[in-house]
């Protein structure tokens, strides 16, 4: 099995986290919600998989580009 990185889309607050690790997931499911200026952003699953880490935590600010789960696909 593969791991692929998912990555923050923008710099923001860690909002929501809509997933747990060994949860399988598909691709375009929501992962984590960001919040920046008051707007709700999903981050989405890249494709179809199982999550294998969740590197942050609600309320934790993250910079655009930091990986915030790693996914296990075939």
Known sequence: ??????????????????????????EDD??????SMKMEMPVVATDDGTVAEILVEEGEAVEEDQVLVILEVD
């Open 30 to 35: 929501d992962l984590i919600i960001l919040e």
């Open 1 to 26: 099995m593969a791991r692929e990185e998912v990555r923050a889309h923008i710099t923001g607050t860690v909002w929501k986290i809509e997933v747990e690790v060994g949860e399988e997931v598909d």
